[in-house]
Every structure is written in structure tokens, then in C-alpha cells.
């Protein structure tokens, strides 16, 4: 007997037309192979029309599998040869005493394929049945405690165990090549995922904001999305610094229309993006109402910079159940410490921007921007990259330093809630134009809500020379480390 894992694949897969089927089949015996390469798994994969077969060593690489796009459920079965229907029966009885030994339990036995092994299905359901019965409860055809599985094909049985639901959807590359807008968020990963569940295969567009830790944190979370969800694939993060398109923004164009303008840039870097890597679509994860550049007008105004067919995927569904999803699929921990960021919030954004007014403030901005900044990307891959390795040295701290300015970047009133002793305040976006004119005697120590936007202005405040670092965890951290601190 030897450990074997059985894939039942999903139904849009099983209901294809011959041909479609073969080819599906194809590519998800193909990421398979990559997912248990990627484990240093055993990679023989026996093919049925029903179900593929796959030897493992144990349990445990039951789990890598389940992670594939296309694949219904994945079980754990023994697997075992047999010479006729009182062998498989006596066999079968071996396995399955201990599970149904004083519980309710029923047998399911099918023959895979048509498989004719000279006995039918319902002869061993009464057979082994009758076997079990002695050391059983009883027989409980409709809600059993324990169900006694056993599949049969080419010979040989496999006695099913423990089951795996699996992601189901298309296989991954079966519907071309998309690029997805992501910030590190919950909802653009989640939406990323919902995609490539559809077939699709995404390479990212991140349009950084935050500086080096806003784009580590990004491709922290879309790694995860790439080493468990995307075998068969090798997906790409291009990273673009778009602080010089949201500089621009800010100059040409009055603040209740700078989220429109930039998420309309966003979209023209997607689409030169698109182009040169032959995407045929972009996703968001964009969602009705989420925020103010998301209501329906803003939407269509912000959709109108670009040609290129743009896919919602989260565009009906609550925050709080992309939360969820974005925890189940292994994102949410890191996205809840990336947060969400943007240098330009303003107090009061349009909610139903015109295109006239739009399209008149866009004429202050310079194209030749864009297209720089898209041309001098970073383009990493994901599956290799190794996010570490792209720290900034000795930014984060987790304790003040004597003598360093606290330095608080958040709002008046959650500042005036609490802040650290001596803290200094001053908003984010009014730090950002004064820190050229601090003292460079001095040392700094910044904090925000999350340490995200701490992090950047640290890092800016590096590179022109000054000594300053950000509170890693953000103002939750910070005022654990206080409060322990003597009075």
C-alpha cells in the first residue's frame, strides 16, 4: 500500500468539449508538476478521465495541491492492488476497521472510468459493509459518522481518507495574460486571486506612493500570492516610483480632483505596461462606494483613460468579506500591516467628478513624466526575489532613542488622543514639503498609524542626509513600548 492523493477535477473542467477538456487537463497536469517541484515533491502524475493520481510520501503534500486553480477536491487514499472482489473486500476491511469501529458509517464505492474489474460497485458496498458492521454502530446510510470511500480503476483501489476542498476554477493560463493594479491592500490581492482562479495569468503593476518600505511591504504580500497560488507561472511585479506623477498632480490640479487624476495615471501606466508585456485586460480592486474615487461617476470618469478593457473582479462585494477572503488565501496578516496609502488624500475629494473638469486639469500635467517613469521601472520576479534583501538598513527602530525628536505624523485629533512624550506633530503631507528645512544636528524618530507613511518620509529624510528612522508597527507599537517604560 503506498499514500496517494486523488484530484477530482472541478466542473468546468470535467464539462469541456473533447478537445477543450485534453488541453485543460494538459496545463493542470503541468502546474502540478511545478507545484510539486517547487516542494521538492515526487512529480509522477497517472492521468484518468475522471481524476489524476498522485504518489506522495505523506499527507502533507496534499496541501500544495489544493492550492491549484481547477482542482475540485484533493484526498488522501491508500493506495493498494487487489486479485478479485474477496481480496479488495478483505483489504478494504484492514483499512477502514479503525475509523468506523463503534460510529455510524456507511460504504461508497465507484468505478472510475467505466472501469469493468468483474464486480459491480454495489457488490462492494454490501461486501465490505457486512465486514465493518461487527465492530460498527451501525449502518446510517444518510448522515454517517464515517463513510468508507473506495474507488477502483486500472486494478488497483483507492481506499479514500481525509479530503481537501480545493479552489476549483479554470487552470491557471488557460485564458491569457492580464495585468492586475495592486497596493498591497486587501482588496487588489483578493482581486488578483479571484482572476487568476478564472485562468488567468497576471503579472502586477504597482504604482509606488510610500517609498522603499511602502514597496516592500507590497511585494511581500503579492510573493505569497505568487509561491502558493501561482505554479505553472512565473508572475512579475513592475514597480514604478510615482512620486514624480504625483508631484505633478498636486501642482496642476486643485485637491478635491487628485485621487481621480491619479488613479486615471495609474491606469495609463497599466495600459503602456499592458502593451509591451501583451496583457489584455487590467484589474482592479476597485469596489462600488468602497471610497470616494470608487462611486459609479468616478468610476466611469476614471475607467475613460484607457482603451484597454479593465476587470473588477470585488466590484459587488463588502470589505468585510474581502477581508475574509484575503485571510483565507494568506494575504490578510501582511496587508493588514501594509495598509492603505496615498500621499495626496484631500479633506474634501470630488465624489462625482465631471470629465470636462478633469480633462481641463490634466492639461497642466506633463506626459513626458509618465512615460519616464514607466520606462525606468523595476521589473522582479516573483517566485525569486528575495524581499530582504531590499531592507532599507537601520530605517525601522523599535524603542525612542534618548535625545532623538519624536516626530508624529498623524492627524490633530489623533494627536491630541495621545502621542508620544515630546512628540512634535505635524501632518504627513506638511512634513513632506518641511523636512528639507529641519536641522541635520538633530536626530529624528517619525510614527504614524500603520508606519507606513513614517517610513517613507524616514527614508526621503536619508537619502538627503539626515539622521532619522520610523517606529516599526506604527502608533500601536509605540505606545506598548511607553506605557512600558519607567514613569
Same mark, same amino acid.
Given at each position: ?17 473533447? *478537445? ?7 496545463? !493542470?497536469? &503541468? ?14 502524475? #497517472? ?9 506522495? =510520501? ?7 495541491? *489544493? ?5 475540485? /477536491? ?44 468483474? +464486480?459491480?460497485?454495489? $457488490? ?26 473506495? #474507488? ?15 479552489? %476549483?476554477?479554470?487552470? !491557471? ?14 482588496? /487588489? ?64 490640479? $486643485? ?57 473588477? =473582479? ?31 488624500? =484631500? ?11 478633469? %480633462? ?26 528575495? *524581499? ?15 535625545? %532623538? ?24 503631507? /506638511? ?11 538633530? /536626530? ?26 520610523? +517606529?516599526?508597527?506604527?502608533? &500601536? ?11
Amino acid at each position: 500500500m503506498e499514500c496517494t492523493a486523488v484530484v477530482r477535477l472541478s466542473g468546468e473542467v470535467s464539462t469541456k468539449a473533447r *478537445a477543450t477538456r485534453r488541453e485543460f487537463v494538459t496545463r !493542470l497536469v &503541468r502546474n502540478a508538476k511545478d507545484a510539486l517541484a517547487s516542494e521538492g515533491l515526487p512529480t509522477q502524475i #497517472e492521468r484518468s478521465h475522471e481524476r489524476l493520481y498522485v504518489p506522495l =510520501p505523506d499527507a502533507a503534500g496534499a496541501d500544495v495541491l *489544493a492550492r491549484i486553480f481547477g482542482f475540485q /477536491s484533493v484526498a488522501i487514499a491508500t493506495r493498494t492492488p487487489f486479485t478479485d472482489l474477496a481480496d479488495l473486500i478483505a483489504r478494504a476491511t484492514r483499512h477502514f476497521e479503525p475509523a468506523v469501529a463503534g460510529r455510524r458509517f456507511a460504504v461508497r464505492t465507484r468505478l472510475i472510468g467505466g472501469e469493468k474489474p468483474g +464486480f459491480r460497485g454495489s $457488490e462492494v458496498d454490501r461486501g465490505l459493509g457486512a465486514a465493518l458492521l461487527p465492530g460498527a454502530a451501525r449502518v446510517d446510510l444518510s448522515h454517517p459518522e464515517v463513510t468508507a470511500r473506495v #474507488e477502483v480503476h486500472h486494478g488497483v483501489a483507492h481506499l479514500i481518507g481525509e479530503e481537501r476542498a480545493g479552489p %476549483a476554477g479554470l487552470p !491557471l493560463g488557460v485564458e491569457g495574460r492580464a495585468l492586475a493594479l495592486v497596493s498591497g491592500g486587501f482588496d /487588489s490581492a483578493v482581486a488578483s486571486w479571484q482572476m487568476l482562479r478564472r485562468g488567468v495569468n497576471l503579472d502586477y503593476l504597482f504604482c509606488n506612493l510610500g517609498g522603499r518600505s511602502h514597496e516592500l511591504g507590497t511585494l511581500r504580500v503579492m510573493q505569497e500570492v505568487a509561491k502558493r497560488w501561482s505554479y505553472g507561472v512565473r508572475p512579475r511585479l513592475h514597480a514604478v516610483d510615482f512620486d514624480p506623477v504625483v508631484r505633478g498632480i498636486r501642482e496642476c490640479a $486643485e485637491p478635491r480632483l487628485w485621487q481621480i487624476l491619479l488613479k486615471r495615471e495609474m491606469l495609463r501606466a497599466a495600459e503602456r505596461v499592458a502593451q509591451e508585456t501583451g496583457a489584455l485586460a487590467i484589474v482592479t480592486g476597485d469596489a462600488v462606494g468602497q471610497v470616494s474615487s470608487q462611486t459609479l461617476t468616478n468610476l466611469a470618469v476614471i475607467s475613460e483613460a484607457t482603451r484597454i478593457p479593465i476587470l473588477r =473582479p470585488l466590484v459587488g462585494a463588502n470589505k468585510d468579506d474581502i477581508v475574509r477572503q484575503a485571510h483565507a488565501i494568506g494575504t490578510g496578516a501582511l496587508s493588514a500591516v501594509v495598509a492603505e496609502y496615498c500621499a495626496i488624500v =484631500p479633506s474634501k475629494p470630488a465624489t462625482a467628478a465631471k470629465q470636462a473638469d478633469v %480633462a481641463a486639469a490634466e492639461t497642466g500635467l506633463d506626459r513626458a513624466t509618465l512615460d519616464a517613469v514607466v520606462r525606468d521601472r523595476d521589473v522582479l520576479d516573483l517566485r525569486e526575489v528575495d *524581499a530582504d534583501s531590499r531592507v532599507y538598513p537601520e530605517l525601522e527602530i523599535s524603542e525612542l532613542p534618548a535625545g %532623538a525628536i519624536a516626530l508624529d505624523l498623524r492627524s490633530q485629533p489623533e494627536f491630541a488622543s495621545w502621542h508620544a512624550p515630546g512628540a512634535v506633530h505635524l501632518k504627513f503631507v /506638511s512634513a513632506l514639503e518641511a523636512y528639507r528645512s529641519f536641522s541635520k544636528e538633530s /536626530s529624528y524618530v517619525l510614527y504614524c498609524e500603520h508606519g507606513l507613511k513614517s517610513a517613507h518620509l524616514a527614508e526621503l529624510m536619508r537619502e538627503a542626509g539626515f539622521r532619522a528612522h520610523h +517606529f516599526r508597527g506604527g502608533t &500601536r507599537a509605540l505606545r506598548r513600548w511607553v506605557e512600558k517604560q519607567p514613569a
